[in-house]
């Protein structure tokens, strides 16, 4: 079983593993609201690097279409990126996020002109039940995609 992983910024536990064993990585919330985590270069990563975050990550247009899916979101939501990538995150995906405290939220993050982030908390309607996560939402720099790190809230 591969080890725990610990939020090496707040001590928040981000992935269950075998007792004893620990290793660092970053919780959602630090990594959006830091600036710790790379979003400047998400453009770039590769799925296979996308898959090893240790939270769920989604990337959507401007419009809401989901560009990329990664694995750990796979897990929480329950659904398979080949199913998601290149519909609507807001109208077909994940419609309980329809609403001012989620896509209103993301929507601000249009309004500025450089790099806006913010952090919300949310209850995710997802195929297996309610979940309660933490959203870090940034927008990359002068570009038409934000990227959306989800964790959920133990
Ligand atoms: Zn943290």
Not at 64 to 74: K, S
């Amino acid at each position: 079983m591969a080890p725990s992983v610990v939020c090496a910024w707040c001590g928040r536990r981000v992935r269950e593993g075998s007792p004893g064993a620990v290793s660092h990585g970053i919780c959602a919330s630090c990594a959006g609201e830091s600036g710790q985590f790379p979003v400047e270069s998400l453009g770039a990563a590769t799925p296979a690097m996308l898959d090893r975050l240790p939270f769920g990550l989604i990337r959507v247009s401007r419009e809401g279409t989901i560009l990329a899916y990664n694995a750990a979101e796979e897990t929480l939501s329950g659904r398979r990126r080949a199913d998601v990538v290149g519909r609507n995150f807001f109208r077909e995906i994940a419609p309980c996020t329809a609403v001012a405290a989620f896509e209103g939220e993301v929507a601000k993050l249009w309004g500025s002109d450089s790099g806006g982030r913010t952090t919300f908390a949310f209850v995710f309607e997802f195929p297996g039940g309610r979940v309660l996560v933490t959203i870090a939402a940034a927008r990359d720099p002068g570009g038409d995609v934000a990227t959306l790190l989800v964790q959920a809230t133990p």
